[in-house]
């Protein structure tokens, strides 16, 4: 474990682990979600999802990467079960597809700091104008890939997890602050009853299955990031309590993150939650109107304040995305740690330019595909996320908790688990996490696969 590199504490962990789910997915992701999806329905669907199916996966992910001490792809071969490594290429596919859309919303999100610092509310009505700059928003996407590179080529314990300890309480409060502004705003109730009061005729596959990916996608679960974290964790920790502080962690993010949004949407909108579904672009045009209401130096200082923390946010998230590629590379193909960071970076910037040049820059780009039924094309963007996160991660989940209950068995996840967990064995969480990984997980698999085929 020494020449690996661990957490060195068991603070650091939670903390590294806690900053790869929360993220753009939750402050970003989850809102427009949750506006497409029809409001409050697709948020009952995914606090289930999170609970009753994230949560087995996270801890069995940490627990087959503490056991073996690996990457995705070498924890299957150490395990014995050679086979089974593709369920590992699969979450390394994922990373680099994630990662390569990821970076380009974050070098908005970056781009924005210096908007806000400047005063200009208006970047609101300007957005589309904004993504279509192309050379300028690439630079802020590059500025961002290095940045997420130098801090893996440094290791995952380091500046890393001292920064997440103190940054992400802020975070924290500053959008609860922004909840209770926004609350007091007219018409904020009515995106409060578009939150919180669900429609449950708005359900359907395609709500179904975008709360499970979202779900998947938040909690960084599904393609090996918590096995690769999980590698470097201490036989002592707790993985079941972690597991359960991370996950309520991140969801209770993403749910003040709505509290804040919806309201102000409803302030926006006078009441009608007119663009509510507008996609990925809903929190780049809510946000900067909301610190133009509060306005002036306290709306500018509000805005930067706000962006640099998603930046670091989204950092935090970045650089776990990265480290999973880059695990692999160090420990299968046997490639200096600081060369595989800066290989696998570059590459994984080359494969984000369609999702750059998707957002108006590029018509092809933009309308990239038609799916069947839909009133209008889907920028790359939005399909390479659609994929990566709606099938590749919840088949991966699966999969992965498949694995566990059926081919590596359960009694020897449960050793794993019982270390730094004494309680564990025997316990209703046990049964619990035996029930999902054996039965309900394939279950879901098994519906993934009939609705998209
Ligand atoms: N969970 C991160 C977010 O919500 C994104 C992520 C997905 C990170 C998968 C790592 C792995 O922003």
């Not at 957005?127 to 080529?153: P, Q, R």
């Not at 409060?192 to 359900?203: A, M, Q, R, V």
């Not at 809510?286 to 509000?302: K, R, Y």
């Not at 994984?348 to 999702?355: A, D, E, V």
Request: charged content about 10%; aromatic content about 14%.
């Amino acid at each position: 474990m020494a020449n690996r590199g661990g957490f060195s504490s068991r603070l650091g962990f939670i903390a590294a682990a806690a900053g790869s789910a929360v993220g753009l997915g939750n402050i970003w992701g989850f809102p427009y979600e949750v506006g497409q999806g029809g409001g409050a329905a697709f948020v009952v669907m995914y606090l289930i999802f999170c609970f009753i199916l994230c949560y087995p996966v996270m801890v069995t992910e940490i627990a087959i990467g503490r056991k073996t001490e690996k990457n995705p792809v070498g924890a299957f071969n150490a395990l014995g079960f050679k086979k089974w490594s593709f369920v590992g290429k699969l979450g390394i596919l994922s990373g680099f597809l994630i990662l390569s859309f990821y970076n380009v919303i974050a070098g908005w999100a970056f781009g924005y700091i210096f908007e806000m610092a400047s005063g200009n509310f208006g970047i609101a009505e300007q957005f589309g104008e904004f993504v279509k700059d192309i050379f300028k928003v690439g630079a802020y996407g590059l500025l961002f890939m290095a940045t997420t590179a130098y801090v893996v080529s440094k290791g995952v314990s380091g500046g890393i997890e001292k920064a997440a300890k103190f940054l992400m309480p802020t975070l924290i409060v500053m959008i609860l602050a922004l909840v209770v502004y926004s609350l007091t705003l007219p018409n904020a109730v009515e995106g409060l009853k578009f939150y919180l009061i669900p429609d449950f005729s708005e359900i359907n596959a395609e709500v179904v299955t975008n709360a499970l990916g979202q779900a998947f996608f938040s909690l960084s679960l599904g393609m090996g990031a918590l096995i690769t974290y999980g590698s470097y964790v201490n036989k002592k920790e707790n993985i079941v309590s972690a597991a359960a502080f991370i996950t309520l962690a991140d969801v209770g993010i993403a749910v003040i993150a709505g509290m804040m949004i919806f309201p102000l949407i409803g302030f926006m909108s006078g009441g009608t939650m007119e663009g509510v579904g507008s996609g990925p672009a809903l929190i780049f045009v809510t946000l900067p109107q909301i610190f133009g209401t509060i306005g002036g130096t306290l709306g500018a200082i509000a805005g930067t304040v706000f962006f640099v923390l998603l930046c670091f946010a989204a950092l935090t998230s970045t650089v776990s995305l990265l480290e999973v590629p880059v695990a692999y590379v160090v420990d299968e193909k046997k490639v200096k740690r600081k060369r595989a960071v800066w290989l696998v970076a570059g590459l994984i910037y080359l494969i984000g330019i369609p999702s750059l040049l998707g957002n108006g820059y590029s018509d092809f780009f933009s309308n990239f595909i038609t799916y069947p039924g839909a009133e209008s094309a889907t920028d790359f963007l939005s399909f390479i996320a659609n994929v990566a996160n709606d099938s590749f991660l919840p088949l991966g989940g699966c999969l992965i908790v498949f694995f566990a209950a059926h081919v590596w068995k359960k009694h020897n996840l449960d050793e794993e688990l019982a270390n730094g967990s004494p309680n564990y064995k025997g316990s209703f969480v046990q049964k619990y996490l035996h029930f999902a990984i054996s039965y309900l997980a394939p279950t879901i698999l098994a519906f993934i696969f009939i609705i998209t085929v």
